[in-house]
């Protein structure tokens, strides 16, 4: 059975889909981009202060769960220039201190113009 987990506290969906899926003992949390949830918009301009947000985005999401950053086994993370990887570390490694299995991949464009975005599945156990 699947269930959707949706929050005011993370961004809305800006397409046809789900902030998150429960599947079984899993989640899916589709990618986040740094999108202020009570602003509607991106407010950061800068690697650093966008991959803040999307952690803060995805942790919402993992709450509204029950669930914390340490339940995540798997990211996907998807930079606009692979040159902010480091900066980007930084943050993220100071939210996923489980260190979970991750892809990190440079793209060509994200939505909205955004630095970075990110999708994890995490375990319900």
């Known amino acids: 059975m ?3 987990i949706a929050t005011d506290r993370a961004p809305a969906a800006i ?8 599947a079984g003992n899993l989640l899916f949390v589709s990618g986040q981009v740094p999108i202020v949830p009570a602003e509607g918009k991106v407010l950061a301009t800068d690697i650093t202060g966008q991959a803040e947000q999307v952690m803060k985005n995805i942790g919402e999401i993992l709450h509204e769960a029950g669930i914390t950053y ?3 086994v798997k ?3 998807f930079l606009a220039d692979m040159g902010d990887f480091a ?6 490694g100071a939210y996923f201190t489980g260190k979970p299995a991750r892809s990190c991949v440079a793209v060509k464009d994200l939505p909205l113009g955004v630095l970075c975005e990110v999708e994890v599945i995490a375990s319900l156990e």
């Open 87 to 92: 900066a980007f570390n930084a943050v993220y």
């Open 2 to 4: 699947l269930k959707v």
């Open 75 to 77: 990211t996907t993370c």
């Open 70 to 72: 340490t339940n995540v």
């Open 15 to 22: 397409g046809p889909y789900s902030q998150a899926i429960q």
